[in-house]
């Protein structure tokens, strides 16, 4: 069973960029892909991403893409993700989670059994 711990929520301003890291521990990400949400207040837990380990594709919403970037650190065991041009409505809880790898993309919360404890983004305007 792998843990995750994710880092580096933050106030920022709008326009500004933000790096959220998700560490693994217990043990590798080499057999999972790893998905990024965030649950906005008074919203559902929205997908916004995910990457395969092993080989290092992803697969993003389509309303995520072109902001929001996936990308790993297979040395250091960790997931990033790259936020540029904040917005306001970017304000949320983001949270790292993962699934043994299958042979299609999941998005749904529920295809992902691991979980982080998220980390909190909150962009002023």
């Known amino acids: 069973q792998v843990q995750l711990v994710e880092s580096g929520g933050d106030l920022v301003q709008a326009g500004g960029s933000l790096r959220l890291s998700c560490a693994a521990s217990?043990?590798?990400?080499?057999?999972?892909?790893v998905g990024w949400f965030r649950r906005a207040p008074e919203k559902e837990r929205e997908f916004i991403g995910v990457?395969?380990?092993?080989?290092?594709?992803?697969y993003y919403a389509d309303s995520m893409k072109g902001r929001f970037t996936i990308s790993r650190d297979s040395g250091k065991n960790t997931v990033w993700l790259q936020m540029n041009s904040l917005k306001p409505e970017d304000t949320a809880v983001y949270y790292c989670?993962?699934?043994?790898?299958?042979?299609?993309?999941?998005?749904?919360?529920?295809?992902?059994?691991?979980w982080g404890q998220g980390t909190q983004v909150t962009v002023s305007s």
């Open positions: 989670a993962a699934k043994t790898v299958g042979f299609t993309w999941r998005t749904e919360r529920h295809e992902y059994p691991y």
């Open positions: 217990g043990r590798t990400f080499s057999t999972y892909d």
């Open positions: 990457i395969r380990w092993t080989g290092g594709a992803t």
